[in-house]
């Protein structure tokens, strides 16, 4: 499960990158079917996420905060798009996004007992 959920959060990214390189651009067609297709990449990150945190046997602070900062990750990635959308300032969004990312990625890897290095 765990490379169900690391593919599809990658995919979450590449597709915050074409919604608002296509927004930037002019193209909102392309804006917006990419950003219905990252809305249910979404689903895809949830569920996998989901599977991996019902896979702990003992649910410790760390595998909950790394929950929320998902969540974080989940709204920062929408509300990016959603500023580009509206054409409104999208910087704190942005920060938001590289802080939970960075976070997330570092519980997940790092800490916890299903990421690729040894606890």
């Known amino acids: 499960m765990a490379h169900l959920h690391i593919t599809s959060w990658v995919i979450a990214f590449v597709l915050v990158g074409l919604v608002t390189t296509f927004t930037r651009s002019g193209n909102e067609k392309a804006a917006k079917i990419s950003h219905m297709i990252l809305r249910l990449d979404y689903l895809l990150v949830l569920y996998s996420g989901g599977s ?4 702990y046997a003992n649910y410790n602070a760390l595998v909950i905060i790394k929950l929320l900062v998902g969540l974080w990750v989940i709204t920062a990635m929408e509300m990016v798009c959603i500023k580009y959308k509206k054409k409104k300032p999208a910087g704190g969004w942005w920060t938001q996004l590289l802080i939970a990312g ?18």
């Open 52 to 55: 991996l945190f019902a896979a």
């Open 102 to 119: 960075v976070i997330a990625l570092i519980l997940g890897f790092g800490f916890l007992e299903l990421g690729l290095l040894p606890a």
